[in-house]
């Protein structure tokens, strides 16, 4: 799907007026969007439906390889993204700490955590927040989320909290862990079909307050799996009075 049937799905289809850009809708080139005309054209294209972007998210310029070179690449394309984000007005904003070992090394954790705190302080002065998701890599667990979300230690810093996932603890744990530092969530199929009640009172209990993402993986019938993962959320807040 491109960029701008998700916003038209998102609008008209389920009737929404929030939008979470990944910018894998866009291409897998980022020369081929990251430039004004085409940013413009979405920015327009947003606004024309009344959406907000509640998160923006890319993959390939995570901040930590082990190669400088490819650090410095990653960076420079991460701040195209960031700039970009900005743009859009997006309220948050998802750029993967990268590390694919268990643990960060002193060099690549001091690396990590002093550009998401340039980040962050950019952020927070503009308005929106910044972090990493439990996505991958060294990122995925726990103790490494935390270490790095209290190193960091800035208001324009968050975790998007992609829900459940069973690292070295049940999915029940792992949430209720990262739950008070989430600025935004990902609610997988698996979550929602599975454990939703306990994941959104896990939520509720730590005083969330953002939005909360349908995220579906599958590649068959999405449009009604993803309605389905909708509609379960919906219901559960409905019965809860929101």
Not at 36 to 54: H, M, N, S, W
Not at 57 to 68: L, R, S, T
Not at 115 to 136: D, F, N, V
Not at 146 to 171: C, F, W
Request: charged share 25%; glycine share 8%.
């Amino acid at each position: 799907m491109t960029v701008f049937g998700y916003l038209e799905t998102c609008r008209y289809r389920y009737h929404l007026d929030t939008a979470d850009i990944w910018a894998g809708m866009m291409g897998r080139d980022p020369n081929s969007y990251l430039n004004t005309a085409f940013e413009e054209k979405v920015v327009q294209e947003v606004r024309a439906r009344g959406l907000t972007v509640v998160n923006y998210h890319a993959d390939g310029c995570h901040i930590w390889e082990d190669d400088p070179d490819r650090r410095q690449a990653n960076r420079q394309l991460a701040e195209r993204h960031l700039a970009f984000a900005e743009k859009l007005g997006a309220r948050t904003v998802r750029i993967d700490p990268g590390g694919r070992e268990r643990y960060w090394s002193k060099q690549a954790f001091e690396y990590i955590a002093d550009r998401y705190r340039q980040w962050a302080s950019r952020a927070y002065q503009r308005g929106y927040r910044i972090g990493p998701e439990t996505h991958w890599g060294a990122g995925d667990y726990v103790d490494n989320q935390i270490r790095l979300y209290q190193a960091v230690d800035s208001p324009g810093y968050g975790i998007l909290l992609h829900m459940g996932k069973p690292n070295e603890m049940t999915p029940d744990e792992f949430d209720r862990a990262l739950a008070p530092y989430a600025m935004h969530t990902h609610l997988s199929a698996e979550t929602c079909q599975t454990r939703l009640e306990m994941a959104l009172t896990i939520l509720k209990q730590a005083g969330y307050t953002g939005v909360l993402g349908i995220e579906h993986h599958s590649g068959i019938n999405e449009y009604a799996e993803v309605a389905h993962q909708l509609s379960a959320v919906c219901r559960h807040l409905e019965n809860w009075g929101k």
